[in-house]
């Protein structure tokens, strides 16, 4: 906690029991000259927009239930809050219950502010008005901030002020402009509700206070000494790597053919990216049976399908006996629950990893819908990024969360998480119902056909993948193809980034990627969702 118990962040300390909560602790800082602003849209004990101004140090911060606007017929109530320590600007993650503000927070606006016609806009506050012109990216132009009463002041002296918020008519005004049509972080791309679906955003006791707001940025990596050990290694060996010993082959052979940067990537450089990424790796594999797409050969050459477990298996690698296979089936599947598996399986030659939609506890019942945005020869990246915006926008309009990645390859697929219990029928009549209706808008794009060469060059909105036993490529998987590119979790807000492709993060940048905005894939993993019907 910081020393300014009687500053202008008391209030805000007061009401705080940072042991307990997530949020920043915070300690003033003087201004550099830039004023952030930024808004929150927190669902606690009722859905309100904070507001919040950068001045003196701190965060002058107003609730507007109603949410700004860009609207300039409106006025919206503002309730004048305790100021906020500037930490708190990028803070988006889960109060605990019954904490004070206790719910879910998203940065729902963020940028710059200037104050006008004042040098001296905590004067100006004090005053009872303010204008701000400021610089989001949802909310731009000048906003208007005016008291209208004091109502009465509690013991404690924190007597709310309500205070009206207004848009100016100016080139940013917009009529009717309605804040809830615009539901999703501009930080993380995400809404209200797959923050609060995601564990990495809630408070964890064994994190400082302070820290949990990056925690979907902590991810587990393999120790420093175990990667040193692989370089160590000739061309092959004994890899002590997750507490496993791993007999490594074949170390310094080209698995895929140089991409961008040149650089070809051996066998080593896969394994090393493997190790790293498997901690966040496994949980997408734990308790279902893994296929095996595999180039031993290296990406260039042509690869397999490898579904039934090598007796050569070291006896700790998890296994799952199908009960439902025929005796000309796979009788026993590799199932990757702890990351020396995946290191096995690597080394084994799996350039990719398809875990089935079902668990093996519940093979029949699938716990994903996926969503397979798969380009045919003619069609273009932007019709891509179309077709996915459409897929977006027809989840929010039936509520469901759902997560996009890029495949590595050339397309992007979205997962929907779902409650075990429907069968791979129904999930795949949803999926079918969604993309056609999507498909719809476009039939010059998109083709139904099953056969690739009667698709006219159009894209394929794939549902059939949702059968048992059929699989699409995991999270963080490689492709086979020059640069070893990844199949790369997004936020849905970057399908607007221009730099996004398919194959924009390799084996050699994923890592860094990673570390930077965390798992994004993580509310796939528990937010388990009804199957919404659709007809
Ligand atoms: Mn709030």
Redesign the pocket.
Known sequence: MGADEDGALAEYHRKRDFSRTAEPAGEVTPDDGRLRYVV?R?R?SHL???LRLEMGGVLA?W?VPKGPTLDPSVKRLAMH?EDHPVEYVDFEGVIPKGEY?G?D?IVWDHGTWTPHDTADPVAAVRAGELHADVQGEKIRGRLVLIRRSVAESSEGGDGRESWMLLHKHDEFAVEGWDPEAHPRSVLSGRTNDEVRADPAYHWHSDRPAGSAAESTAEVEVPSGDDLAALDELGAEGTWEVFGRRLKVTNLDKVLFPPGEDGEPVTKRDFLRYVATVAPTSVPYLAGRALNLHRYPSGADAKGFWHKELPSHAPEWIGRWDNPLADADETQTYLVVDEPAALVWAANFGALEWHPWTSRTDAPECPTYALFDIDPGEDTTWDQVLDLARLHRTAFEQLGVRSYPKVTGSRGIQVWVPIDSGPSFDDTRSWVEGVSRTVGRLHPDWVSWKWVKRERGGKARLDYTQNAINKTLVAPYATRPRPGAPVSMPIGWHELDDPDLRPGRWTIRTAPDRLRAVGDLFRGALVDDQDLPAFR
């Open positions: 929150q927190h606690a309100h927009y904070d911060s609730a809050v503000g719910g927070v």
